[in-house]
């Protein structure tokens, strides 16, 4: 069974940085289409950065400070965070497209993390 287990979040003061990671485990042959997505308690969950192959799209608010980064040997997903400000306060949660073995077949499904909290302080 394909699982994501996120890491990295924490308390950091406005300025700062921070490195989420997203490790995808099991029988897992590709990693497709990849993403990041922030959730906080007055806003639906949104897109803050995609990554597709060699090609990244992101949030304007997080262009030129965060970064959608790939090990595909390690299956992990990384997002480093700079200059962080309290805005960027929330849960974060990594969301993969994974291609894998399950058995009986090949199949492509969606998966997500179990988040974790980013909190910015000024």
């Known amino acids: 069974q394909v699982q994501l287990v996120e890491s990295g979040g924490g308390l950091v003061q406005a300025g700062g940085s921070l490195r989420l990671s997203c490790v995808a485990s099991?029988?897992?042959?590709?990693?497709?289409?990849m993403a990041w997505y922030r959730q906080t308690p007055y806003k639906q969950r949104e897109l803050v950065a995609l990554?597709?192959?060699?090609?990244?799209d992101y949030a304007n608010y997080v262009k030129g400070r965060f970064t959608i980064a790939v090990d595909n040997a390690k299956d992990t997903v990384f997002l480093p965070m700079n200059s962080l400000k309290p805005e960027d306060t929330g849960v974060y949660y990594c969301?993969?497209?994974?291609?894998?073995?399950?058995?009986?077949?090949?199949?492509?499904?969606?998966?997500w993390g179990q988040g974790t909290q980013v909190t910015v302080s000024s």
């Open positions: 990554r597709f192959g060699s090609t990244t």
């Open positions: 969301n993969l497209d994974i291609l894998a073995d399950l058995g009986d077949s090949y199949r492509s499904n969606e998966y």
């Open positions: 099991g029988p897992i042959i590709s990693l497709g289409r």
